[in-house]
Structures are given as structure tokens and as C-alpha cells.
């Protein structure tokens, strides 16, 4: 197993993408396959999914797997749901997708996953400081850095504005939605970038999403202290991000092992037998509970006829 090889798997409303990636050199080992995302998307039907896609590569058996999901993702738990059945809230993705394709899984939020990428083979590379990854599309994702670590999970886009979530004023849906032109576009842009600048005051900032093609049209228009460029990956950073995730995960894993390695998928068999030791140790005690209660309706009863016979001897 190459240490600079690593599958990503790119979770969305419409479809379920993934290839490997060569981490060396920043992209795709293989052109990318697409299955469409299955309606309903539950857990149980875009796991056998992404089993299905992992499948049809001939994957070696320890390749680690990087999954961006769109949703908080803590601790490989899911605790919301965006573009995805809600009965995701509250799911092990990790373990899922760990027993499900027989490969190290390893989860990270979307937008997460494309600031991995970009930090480190895009735009970001070698920056330094406090570092704003933005997605633009149909909400605004983001990930932000400091010196290179990721802060996860931050969820930038929903800060109020102007009485409501920023992102339902100024992503790149609303742009097309009120068929605003570039610079009406760049007047809301301004806005929500000045504060974030006011906010956590980045040394760079990064803007992703498809319409990161067309920055030429809007980017120069924003005032800001801080730079502000255009992503460099585009649609394959959550892909290349997750995979970078899962191997520096993976081998941080196996040393912590002393070179070993235990495997993500022992570890969620270990959650799976403890829920099981749970659930039967929750019957043990229904049962032990209705047993007593049984016990003290037949000495109740016992003492009940032994007064009755008292009584009629007397």
C-alpha cells in the first residue's frame, strides 16, 4: 500500500463521485465515476452506494477512504443534514461506511474538505496565519485555518445578516434566483466578507464553488484588506481534500499504534458489540424488573390465602 495513495468519495444532493488520488501530486489517479445520489437518500441507501463505487476501482484493501459529507460532522457523527435525508442527524458515517465497504473511512464536512485541498495544493498552499476557505453555490460553506490547522466545522455562512442567515443573501443561488448582475452581486459580497474581516480578520481569503470560474467578474470589484483569490481546484477539491484526511488520519493512526495499525473497521465493530452489550443489558434489566414485580404479586398472593385460611380456622 503507497503512502501517497488515498480514494475520495464526494457525497451530493444529485450524485455520489469518487476516484483515487494521487497525493503527490495533488489530483486524480483515475478519471472520477458518478452514480446518482438514491432517493430517499437514508443512510442505508448511499452506504450500499458508496460500496457500489468503491467496488468498481480495484482498490488494494488497506487504501484509506476520505469521505466530505455535507453536514457538521463531529467525531464521525453526523448532527445535521444538508442536501440528504434528515435521518442522517445523529448517524456514525465513520462506522457506517467503515462496515459497510470494508475500508478505513474517514468523514470530514464538505466545505472542510475542499479548504483541506486548497491548503494543500491550491490556493492556500504555504500560507501562513488565519486562512478563510469560501464555497459559493447554493448555501456558502467554509473552512477556516489557522497556520494550517483546520478549526472544523465552522459554518461561516450561516452568520446573520441583515435579519437572517448571510448565505440567504448573497450565495450564488441568490445571485441567479433575483438575477442579479455582477456587480449588484459584488455589493452583497462586500458586505458579507467586511465582516467576516471584522470578524476574524484573515490573512487570505479563498473563494470556491463553481462560480469561482468567473471571479474575474466579481472579485475585483471587493475592498478588502485582506486578499481574496480565486480557488485553484474547483469541483475535484472535496474528492483530492478527503483523501488527504484519510491518509494523514490512517497514518497517524497506525503510529499511534507502534506501526500496527488498528483498523477503523475494528474500531466500529467495537461500537457495534457495545450497542449491542447495551441493548441486552437494557432486556436483562426490563426482565429482571418484571420479575421482581411478579415475585411480589405472588407473595402478595401467598400472603393474601394464608389470611384467608387463618380467618377460617378462627
Known sequence: MSSTTAFGIDI????????????????????????PTPQPSTPDAVAETVRELIESFDIAAGVPVGVPFPAVIQHGV????????HSWIGTDVDALFTERTGHDVFVVNDADAAGIAEM????????????LMTTLGTGVGTALFVD???????ELGHIPLHGDSAEKYMAESVREREELDWSQWAERLQEYYSLIEFLFNPDLIIVGGGVSKHHKKY??????????VPAELRNE??????????????????????????KKSGLAADKA?????????????????????NDKK?????????AKKSTSKD
Open 78 to 85: 453526523a448532527k445535521t443534514a444538508a442536501n440528504v435525508d
Open 237 to 262: 477539491a472535496g474528492i483530492i481534500g478527503a483523501a488527504v484526511l484519510a491518509r494523514h488520519a490512517e497514518d497517524e493512526t497506525r503510529a499511534a499504534a507502534g506501526g500496527n495499525g488498528r
Open 12 to 35: 451530493g444532493g444529485s450524485g455520489i463521485k469518487g476516484a483515487p488520488v494521487d497525493l503527490k501530486a495533488g489530483e486524480l489517479a483515475t478519471d472520477r465515476l458518478r452514480i
Open 148 to 154: 494550517g490547522h483546520l478549526v472544523p466545522n465552522t
Open 273 to 293: 458489540q457495545a450497542k449491542l452489550e447495551k441493548s441486552a443489558k437494557k432486556g436483562d434489566k426490563k426482565a429482571d424488573k418484571k420479575a421482581r414485580k
Open 219 to 228: 472579485l475585483p470589484e471587493l475592498d478588502l484588506r485582506a486578499p481574496i
Open 298 to 306: 405472588a407473595e402478595k398472593k401467598t400472603e393474601k390465602n394464608s
Open 120 to 131: 494543500e495544493f491550491g490556493a492556500g498552499r504555504d500560507a501562513k496565519g488565519v486562512v
